[in-house]
């Protein structure tokens, strides 16, 4: 952006751009959600292929939690939405959180 001082000579100025938050949205382990299904909401709704899928869904079972992906707000909320509502058409207790990194 160009300003003028006082002596009517131009003042090059930078406007600065600030990077985005970015969210990762965690799988939350519970005793209930078959791993066959965590694979395939993996699959789906993160376009894991099924190895990275089966490490994320181990991950989330034995750790307890697990990280599906790092995205913008409102795409991690978008994703976790979408995550905890197939899973209760399919009546399955899975829980998805977003988290600021």
């Given at each position: 952006?160009?300003?003028?001082?006082?002596?009517?000579?131009?003042?090059l100025?930078?406007?600065?751009?600030?990077?985005?938050n970015?969210?990762?949205?965690?799988?939350?382990?519970?005793?209930?959600t078959?791993?066959?299904?965590?694979?395939?909401?993996?699959?789906?709704?993160?376009?894991?292929?099924?190895?990275?899928?089966?490490?994320?869904?181990?991950?989330?079972?034995?750790?307890?939690?697990?990280i599906c992906?790092?995205?913008s707000?409102?795409?991690?909320?978008?994703?976790?939405?979408?995550?905890?509502?197939?899973?209760?058409?399919?009546?399955?207790?899975?829980?998805?959180?977003?988290?600021?990194?």
């Open positions: 952006m160009n300003e003028k001082n006082n002596n009517n000579t131009e003042v100025t930078k406007n600065k751009v600030k990077t985005p970015m969210y990762a949205v965690i799988l939350i382990n519970d005793d209930y078959p791993m066959e299904f965590v694979i395939y909401v993996l699959q789906t709704i993160f376009k894991k292929d099924y190895g990275e899928a089966k490490d994320i869904m181990l991950t989330v079972h034995n750790q307890g939690k697990g992906g790092v995205f707000l409102d795409i991690a909320e978008s994703k976790a939405n979408q995550v905890v509502e197939f899973a209760r058409i399919n009546q399955h207790p899975l829980e998805c959180k977003v988290q600021k990194q």
